[in-house]
């Protein structure tokens, strides 16, 4: 039982190729979760009880579900709404955003939440109007203090992305499977993957403490 | 949109049974790997503030492999990668003796995966109790393993109920992933039905809302754990 | 009975203790002050060994705090200890507060237990308080019931880390008055403290701390009499004006 990891050299590109797409995927899903995680987090907080109950409803359902089953309901909705076939990437690059924008949200709106009180009444108190309050006053503060979560929530979704290999989708895990298979050598590609990803999210998630410490209040 | 709603389907034989089944086994699945998680878990997050440096090595060493690799790439391992690492017996037992053997690898991955994570909360639940706490228990006469056992571990636990809470829905949750080695749990159950019925809709559905119910009562339970387990006098620090 | 002798502790370039050494005789009553950061909690917390000490020997009727084979544990057993938080278990009951180290560390039985801690939480007046939770009393019963709970181990001396500094005002003196009993009963004590009220009613000797080093060790009258140092008398006439 000869371990053969020649095979990873062979097949590096493609290798590679996978890590690209896995890369592109939590990329645009953090940006877009973050940006529509906002938006939920603002209506969330927001005095109209409409609009702050329905956030809550579509964060609560959202987060109640497991991923596979919201990847395969927009696999099967959108395609019916929209009258015609998405691509399986497209797919699930849509349903990471509205899956991470839950839970992003709940940590935007941990992260406004924590400044505290004083701060808002000393803005109001000087004359700042709400909007510049927000603006130079709390949303400042809110991010130092939620970067290290939004951050590591990132970590935990770019490991989520390997979920793509349930639609074919060829990211880094599902391209190591592919090779696995047509070479026969399991062992070699997947403790490939699992090191790969184990030093990538180690890395990452030793930076983000550094920046914790680097500017901790 | 052009589509036939049937959801009597969900009630006839033998989507019906099929349903049943998928939930059982995602329930059951689900409860062997909280075991797991919850006592190596806690035992990890106990040698992750113990001083001794060869322990405590143990445990953020555990840590850190355990929540850096995706869960789907663990499953992978121990289905592929380990039964090949394993000395000849062990092998043939787990390839062609065991009984649903992709089972029990999804429950072994799912429960070491979530063991990562419980004790992650352990130890900040037991680091976050004044030191002082610990110092008193010292000074009385009370052995180490005394101090865990009467102080650190009845505070730190109930304090961390509420992300414990958010691990065990994280176990119902992550035991879909099973579906990738073929374990006919709850959601492969709903695509089953999916492609024998060509009904979209209304399998999705019934799996959605067993979820949500899952996550409904395991909130209500960890209200309800919390508010016995509360500390008398303390405010709550509980919640969201 | 406690014997330090040059003990001292550093962390890199910063020195705690310097040099300490402090005899305290059966039935003593020893009050240790110092400005803050003169390091007597650390000097305290030493004779217990809750903290280390890179040199020097502290020896408790004998036994060194220090070495390998001292079985810590039950040398601590024996002395009491009373923190400046109290540091009550705030899930178990008064009583359970003071009958569990009992039971489990002295393996006395339930009943014998909760005797001893009733019988002590009635000389303190706080009998009613016995099935209440810490976080219900005030500041200054949590302290007494602290006292009770090392009280019943029966301990050979009693070391006290700042029991007042976190108590309102008006809850100071009945922690004081429980104090003062347990001295005039014989009890052994090392007591940090601001307290010098106390200290002249009770104290056989006062220590004076400052940046790491026993700087005076007199008899009472001496040093509140002509204390010798400079930073004595500056630091007694800061603290007397109360």
Known sequence: ?217 | MNYSWDWGLLFREPYVGWIASGFATTCILATYAWLIAFSVGSVIGVFRTLDNKILSTIGTVYVEIFRNIPLLAQMFIWYFVIPELLPHDAQIYVKRGMPNPQFWTAVVALGLYTASRVAEQVRSGIQSIPSGQRAAALAMGFTSTQVYRYVLLPIGFRTVIPSLTNDFLGVFKNSSLALTLGVMELTATARQIEEYSFQSFEPYAAATVLYSCVTLLAITLMRYLERRTRITGTASAGGQ | MIEMSHVSKWYSSFRVLDDCSLKIQKGEVVVICGPSGSGKSTLIKCMNGLEPFQKGEVLINGISVGARGTNLPQLRSRIGMVFQNFELFPHMTVLKNIALPQIKILNRSRAEAEARAEQLLDRMGLKVQAQKFPAQLSGGQQQRVAIARALAMDPLAMLFDEPTSALDPEMINEVLDVMVALAQEGMTMAVVTHEMGFARRVADRIVFMDEGAIVEDAAKDEFFGTPRSDRAQLFLSKILQH
């Open chain 1, 1 to 217: 039982m000869g371990f053969d990891f020649n095979v990873l050299w062979q097949y590096k590109e493609l290798l590679l190729h996978g890590l690209m797409v896995s890369f592109q995927l939590t990329l645009v899903a953090i940006a877009g979760g973050i940006v529509l995680g906002t938006f939920l987090a603002l209506m969330r907080m927001s005095r109209l009880r409409v609009l702050s109950a329905l956030a809550g409803l579509y964060v609560n359902f959202l987060r109640s579900l497991p991923l596979i089953l919201v990847i395969f309901w927009f696999y099967v909705l959108a395609p019916k709404i929209v009258g015609h076939p998405i691509d399986a990437y497209s797919s699930v690059l849509i349903t990471f955003i509205l899956f991470e924008a839950a839970y992003y949200c709940e940590i935007i709106r941990a992260g406004i939440s924590s400044v505290k009180r004083g701060q808002v009444q000393a803005g109001l108190a000087m004359g700042l109007t709400h909007l510049n309050m927000m603006r130079y006053v709390v949303l400042p503060q809110a991010f130092r203090n939620m970067l290290p979560v939004l951050l590591t929530q990132s970590i935990i979704m770019f490991q989520d992305t390997s979920i793509v290999y349930i639609v074919g989708v060829r990211d880094f895990l599902t391209t190591a499977d592919v090779v696995a298979n047509s070479t026969n050598r399991p062992i070699e590609l997947y403790t490939t993957v699992a090191v790969t990803y184990l030093v990538i999210c180690f890395a990452a998630s030793r930076l983000v403490g550094r920046l914790q410490r680097s500017y901790a209040l």
